[in-house]
T-cell receptor, first 116, second 111 residues
């Protein structure tokens, strides 16, 4: 089956620093990648959708200048949390789709971000 | 976008069948019904999807009502590894390609 990896799996940083999270599709080309955020005991919330070579489309309420998304190739997307604050502490999950009509999304294992 | 309604939680015993219901009374003709599950501290995992006909795969079966206003995910023999949050999601129309996760159903499997 299709595999999506995320790196790092856990990160702890100080308030005010930036953190980059990588999402890779290991055995297929992902024309579209999605970034989600999940707070404890809550469901996943879609943050943005990115297509290879295009600017990401952000969901309402998500600050695009704070959550920088780059989808430079068909196998790699990155999410950079700039000037992180404690309220940004969350579980960040990416998913990838090959773009076939109604194809399922393949999710990464998630990245636990803790901002001190 | 059409929404889904699921019970907050369900319980099952190991090796027994589990029927997880989902109501989607405002589903449109082009909406697909997807099921994903999320094990603790992991990313979601695709389970199954369908449009009109019942579907079977190695993980589960999906039974879709004739009027498509409800569906049921069937795990034929629950195992402890099936304990997860199960999400029923509609895709299509203006939300094409996007998954909107609701609260899902927390499935507890007892040994």
């Amino acid at each position: 089956g299709a595999v999506v990896s995320q790196h790092p799996s856990r990160v702890i940083c100080k308030s005010g620093t930036s953190v980059k999270i990588e999402c890779r599709s290991l055995d297929f080309q992902a024309t579209t990648m999605f970034w989600y955020r999940q707070f404890p005991k809550q469901s996943l919330m879609l943050m943005a959708t990115s297509n290879e070579g295009s600017k990401a489309t952000y969901e309402q309420g998500v600050e695009k200048d704070k959550f920088l998304i780059n989808h430079a190739s068909l196998t790699l997307s990155t999410l950079t949390v700039t000037s992180a604050h404690p309220e940004d502490s969350s579980f960040y999950i990416c998913s990838a789709s090959s773009g076939r009509l109604y194809n399922e999304q393949f999710f990464g294992p998630g990245t636990r971000l803790t901002v001190l | 976008d059409a929404k889904t309604t699921q019970p907050n939680s369900m319980e099952s015993n190991e090796e027994e069948p589990v029927h997880l219901p989902c109501n989607h009374s405002t589903i449109s003709g082009t909406d697909y019904i997807h099921w994903y599950r999320q094990l603790p501290s992991q990313g979601p995992e695709y389970v199954i999807h369908g449009l009109t006909s019942n579907v079977n795969n190695r993980m589960a079966s999906l039974a879709i009502a004739e009027d498509r206003k409800s569906s049921t995910l069937i795990l034929h023999r629950a195992t402890l590894r099936d304990a997860a949050v199960y999400y029923c999601i509609l895709t299509g129309g203006t939300s094409y390609g996007k998954l909107t996760f609701g609260q899902g159903t927390i499935l507890t499997v007892h040994p």
